[in-house]
């Protein structure tokens, strides 16, 4: 290792350009952490990636506003997105801490979200999957400049690289992806 050290970031051209708004504090933070218990994903101790989280976004302050998305299903972000987007507070990053997929017959990265159905239940709840083309629509809807995804798999594309989650968001317009 040199003396000096040298960050790598991954970028794709954007097949969307969307125009970028100038952020003023504080910046909205929409929290997604889905913890579905099935064959497509076993449970993920979520004190892994929550509490470092939790712990620099409190040493920010005013300057965040960050929002926990309850409960962590597919329809729900879409409602909530909704709701800050007509109220005029969209969110400015969505970071997502759950699982991934990759799907052979379809080609694409999924997100595995909890099923609305088993919003009851305290363990075993379902995996809803959601293709990286719905995700990356809804996104490039709302206009959502910054996606952080923690979800294993997502970045997974045996032949097409452009096919995972992450590229996917890339080239919908989102700015950035992590």
């Keep these: 290792m040199g003396a000096r050290p040298v960050q790598v970031r991954q970028r794709l051209p954007n097949r969307v350009s969307l125009d970028r708004a100038v952020t003023q504090p504080p910046v909205r933070i929409l929290l997604v952490s889905p913890r579905p218990e099935d064959d497509s994903a076993g449970y993920i101790d979520h004190r892994i990636s929550a509490l470092p989280l939790v712990t620099a976004l409190e040493n920010l302050g005013v300057l965040v506003n960050p929002t926990v998305l309850a409960p962590p299903t597919f329809p729900a972000l879409q409602q909530e997105l909704d709701r800050a987007h007509k109220k005029g507070t969209p969110y400015h990053v969505v970071h997502f ?34 293709d990286a083309q719905e995700i990356a629509g809804l996104f490039r809807e709302h206009q959502v400049p910054l996606v952080f995804l923690e979800a294993c798999q997502s970045a997974k594309s045996e032949e097409d690289p452009t096919a995972s989650v992450e590229a996917k968001l890339l080239d919908e317009g989102v700015a950035a992806s992590c």
């Excluded at 997929?101 to 379902?126: A, H, M, N, W, Y």
């Design 97 to 130: 801490d759950g699982h991934g997929v990759f799907s052979k017959e379809t080609g694409l990265g999924k997100l595995c979200f909890e099923d609305p159905q088993d919003l009851e239940k305290l363990e075993k709840r379902k995996s809803q999957l959601v």
